[in-house]
């Protein structure tokens, strides 16, 4: 048996032995220039501490996204959360529902391109006119659509103008047409189904870098200086065509995209290609961040969301404080009582001192989360009801400290 356990950033504690033979050795290893350790459940209880472990080196120099610059984004489910936040926020979202490209593919139908096969189609076809000789395209009622010329220029024009594409990438799992490679947006009409030529298949890591490199290189071609990022959704297989389970099957979808965005990105460093980590941020942050294992609460989403404008983004007014989103998102994920939100905006004193005394048998460290918010509150209300309690319990040095 041989166990290293990292007891600090320069020592390590390597157990040589079996049972109680055990012997103990200890050694310093020569680590690089970048080593990064696995936090603790408590640095990830803060918004600090989703900055610093989660989004780290993976943000740009300085947020560069304004009310002006032009916003392509789509790609699987999850990239509809993004389009409506970011429309919602006044952003310039060329691919929100009511702007001037309603009728390309990519608004009509833009969140069910859930594999990189079928985003890497809508950027052949619409910038070096490819047409596939099957319908491979089909809408959310199972209607097809065709190559049309003139949605054909809508995207091409869209393409052409943007200054930021965000991709969201869905599942590796693809159907195809056997005899032509063709891979369809989803699985096969019902009505349209010839098992003898249309087959299902996960794709593999390679296919998948391959195709967002030529994503790349296709951008490239018309918007040398846009900035790209990729997005993986965190949303789940809603069910696998795999003789496996589906939780199963959705673990290896997402690691096989996942794996090939990191390449994509490593392979290409000057190339203004990003991740953004809203798939880390829902599976490790927080603790029960669902509905039904399919939808993400939506104050989750607004975090996320909040916490993509703090990076990324610049020229308009905060909808809330990052403070209040996190706390909004712990209580939705379970991390902290509900109703603690609602007792902090309505200054409920009674609900608040209950919360306090029972965190107080603990290590204080989700209370942390609900004095920021609190100080803020108190700070918009300092003749309230929670400012008084709080020069109380925290004596008042604390709370002038914190403005």
């Not at 490199?213 to 959704?233: D, G, N, Y």
């Amino acid at each position: 048996m041989r166990r290293i356990v990292m007891d600090d950033p320069s020592n390590s504690r390597v157990d040589l032995g079996k049972g109680k033979s055990a012997q103990k050795a200890h050694h310093t290893w020569f680590r690089g220039d970048h080593c990064n350790y696995i936090p603790k459940d408590s640095d990830l209880l803060t918004v600090d501490g989703v900055k610093r472990f989660v989004i780290g080196s993976l943000a740009p120099e300085k947020p560069c996204i304004d009310p002006q610059t032009k916003i392509v984004a789509f790609g699987s489910c999850f990239a509809a959360n993004i389009t409506k936040w970011l429309s919602r926020r006044k952003f310039n979202v060329l691919t929100s529902k009511d702007g001037d490209s309603a009728e390309t593919y990519l608004v009509r139908c833009g969140e069910g391109m859930v594999n990189s096969f079928v985003i890497r189609q809508q950027f052949e076809w619409a910038l070096t006119g490819k047409v596939f000789s099957e319908p491979l395209w089909h809408g959310y009622d199972a209607e097809e659509f065709g190559y049309d010329e003139q949605i054909r220029n809508l995207t091409q024009k869209l393409f052409s103008s943007a200054d930021v594409f965000i991709i969201t990438l869905g599942l590796s799992e693809i159907w195809y047409d056997e005899v032509t490679g063709g891979v369809f947006w989803r699985a096969v009409p019902q009505d349209k189904h010839d098992p003898s030529r249309h087959k299902f298949r996960v794709s593999s890591v390679d296919e998948n870098r391959d195709n967002l490199i030529a994503i790349v290189k296709l951008i490239r071609q018309v918007r040398p200086e846009a900035k790209i990022i990729f997005t993986l959704s965190p949303i789940p297989l809603v069910a696998t065509f795999r003789d496996a389970p589906c939780i199963v099957a959705n673990s290896v979808s997402k690691a096989i995209l996942r794996t090939a965005v990191d390449e994509v990105i490593r392979s290409m460093p000057s190339d203004e290609i990003y991740y953004w980590p809203s798939y880390e941020i829902v599976r490790e942050v927080f603790w029960s961040p669902w509905r039904e294992r399919r939808h993400v609460e939506d104050a989750v989403l607004d975090f996320i969301m909040m916490m993509f404008e703090e990076v990324w983004c610049t020229g308009t007014e905060a909808r809330m404080s990052l403070t209040q989103a996190w706390v909004n998102a712990c209580a939705a994920s379970k991390m902290i009582p509900r109703v603690l939100p609602d007792a902090i905006e309505k200054q409920k004193i009674a609900r608040l001192e209950t919360f306090f005394l029972r965190d107080e048998r603990r290590d204080g460290i989700a209370a942390g989360m609900i004095v920021d918010r609190m100080r803020e509150v108190a700070k918009a209300d300092p003749t309230g009801p929670l400012a008084r309690w709080m020069d109380q319990k925290f004596g008042r040095t604390d709370f002038v400290a914190a403005e």
